[in-house]
């Protein structure tokens, strides 16, 4: 008995790195698996038959997959999906959002293309695969069904050299809550995942020299689990919240919210006013950085 048994999966980006190992655990807990890919390069070049290899490894190891080489950058690509999962295996019940790409630059030398190749790949990308499938979802009633999604620490916190990357990263949490008070109704949670792993992606970023041993401890096998776990069953409770993980650690993110303010019963802020409080809501923001830091602290369960 699987954890996924009778579930249909799709996973973008899964020719390689984070999207492989999600889709082959996917698989091995029973899920019939959708193997997406375009098999381009790291910046958004080329194409590439990852996504087969892939579909010939689950199926080598006993396991059900199919595979689809569209770009989910596109709307028909987000469609195809739909179409290949239910061609193959009859519905979807799981969405993983996860195919990316990386044109890092700062802003003075980022070029249209590079903001617009970037976004398109992961924030448009999230919507053309996920309102296919919230449509489905509603049309059919169909219970139980899961989105998962990659945003990142670029977005999150930012990150130098990033800004498309950033801004779209950001924009997947955004559209992420959204999306769960939406899905809600019918039975679906919109979770998201900060992942953190030494991949195609983030290798060449490292200044120091990449060894087995890192990969051992920091490869895409460590983000794995926990988006298979927001897809089974146990996870039904659980949505709208951004889970951080990798390199043997699982995290849950606090989200944005309002931690102090002050409040004025008639007229509005003069500038003055605002010398004196504005200090204090910066201070207030430190010390809650700060508690974070500690209750954040990795606690080794073995
Ligand atoms: N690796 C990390 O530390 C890290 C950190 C933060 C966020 N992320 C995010 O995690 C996800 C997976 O990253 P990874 O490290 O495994 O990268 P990766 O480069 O190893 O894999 C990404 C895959 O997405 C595919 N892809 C790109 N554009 C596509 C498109 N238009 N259509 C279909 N497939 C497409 C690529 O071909 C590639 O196989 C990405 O969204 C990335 O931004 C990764």
């Known amino acids: 008995m699987g954890r996924l048994d009778d579930k249909v ?29 375009l098999g381009g390069n790291t910046d958004g070049t080329g194409t590439g038959k990852s996504a087969d290899d892939v579909v010939a490894e689950i199926k080598a190891a006993g396991g059900e997959a199919a595979s689809n080489t569209e770009s989910i950058a596109e709307y028909s690509g987000g469609e195809s999906l739909l179409k290949t999962a239910i061609d193959n295996f009859g519905g979807m019940d799981i969405l993983v959002n996860n195919a990316g790409i990386l044109r890092d630059k700062t802003i003075f030398n980022m070029e249209e293309a590079d903001w617009d190749v970037v976004m398109a790949v992961h924030l448009r990308g999230h919507y053309c695969c996920s309102r296919p499938f919230a449509k489905y979802i509603r049309e059919n009633n169909r219970t139980g069904c899961r989105v998962i999604n990659f945003s990142s620490v670029s977005g999150l916190y930012g990150n130098f050299g990033q ?14 809550r959204v999306l769960a008070l939406e899905l809600a109704k019918y039975g679906c949670t919109v979770n998201t995942i900060s992942p953190g792993a030494l991949t195609r992606m983030t290798i060449p970023l490292r200044k120091e020299e990449v060894g087995e041993e890192d990969l051992e401890t920091g490869g895409p096998q460590h983000v794995a689990p926990i988006c298979v776990w927001l897809a089974c069953e146990e996870a039904a409770g659980i949505s709208a919240q951004i889970f951080h993980t990798g390199r043997g650690g699982v995290g849950i993110m606090q989200q944005p919210i309002v931690i102090k303010q002050f409040g004025k019963s008639t ?14 809501l910066v201070e207030a923001k430190k010390a809650n950085e700060e508690a974070a830091k500690e209750t954040g602290k990795m606690i080794e369960i073995g």
């Not at 999966?9 to 698996?33: Q, S």
């Open 9 to 37: 999966a799709v996973i973008t980006g899964a020719g390689r790195g984070i999207g492989r190992e999600i889709a082959m655990l996917m698989a091995a807990e029973g899920a019939r698996v959708v193997v997406n890919d």
């Open 163 to 176: 800004a498309n990357y950033g801004a779209a990263k950001a924009g997947i949490a955004g559209f992420s």
């Open 267 to 280: 007229g509005t802020w003069s500038l003055d006013e605002l010398d004196t409080f504005v200090p204090q």
